[in-house]
């Protein structure tokens, strides 16, 4: 398995934003250079869910 100083690592590196769930101080969301935004979750010290590219919007056939 990855140690969680690693996937800590990995997040810091990669990631342009994190942010802490106000309603839950475990979790911690972050998105970067890969276009995924990972949650992490403190208690299992490991990333519990992502989602792969969640803003893919075609923005020039709204304005064409």
Not at 30 to 36: A, C, H, I, P, Q
């Amino acid at each position: 398995t990855t140690s969680f100083l690693t996937q800590f690592l990995f997040l810091l590196v990669s990631t342009f934003g994190i942010d802490v769930c106000q309603s839950n101080g475990n979790l911690l969301v972050s998105g970067g250079d890969d276009k995924r935004v990972k949650v992490f979750d403190k208690r299992e010290a490991a990333i519990v869910r992502t989602f792969i590219d969640p803003h893919n919007s075609n923005i020039l056939g709204l304005l064409i």
